[in-house]
């Protein structure tokens, strides 16, 4: 029986040069192309190979998640906070209902 799972993995994208970086920043993978859909292209196959060799060597626990170092994990909240405000406070005339209906809550219960 196949069993699936189901993972939100973060990934910090930039240009270096004329290549095109994407970074999975909860394994530490970087993958690059010439274009943008090449290097995500490239990172999905890196990160499937990354995963299916763990779980054939049964390793999942010691090697599967090493994360990025923190100052990729800051440059990606820098600019998701960026995003952020500029999502919420676009438009002239704002009010606080306007700025609620653009908020998304994710929660995470820990008990």
Request: hydrophobic share 40%.
């Amino acid at each position: 029986m196949r069993s699936e799972a189901e993972a939100q993995l973060t990934c910090l994208e930039y240009k270096d040069g004329d290549l095109f970086i994407a970074h999975c920043l909860e394994f530490d993978l970087v993958s690059q192309g010439a274009t943008l859909e090449e290097a995500r292209k490239n990172l999905a196959d890196l990160i499937f190979s990354h995963v299916q060799f763990a779980v054939e060597k049964d390793i999942e626990e010691k090697s599967l998640f090493r994360p990025a170092p923190n100052k990729y994990w800051e440059i990606y909240f820098h600019w998701k906070s960026r995003m952020a405000r500029q999502n919420l406070l676009r438009g002239t005339d704002i009010s606080p209902q306007d700025i609620l209906s653009r908020m998304a809550c994710t929660y995470a219960h820990v008990w």
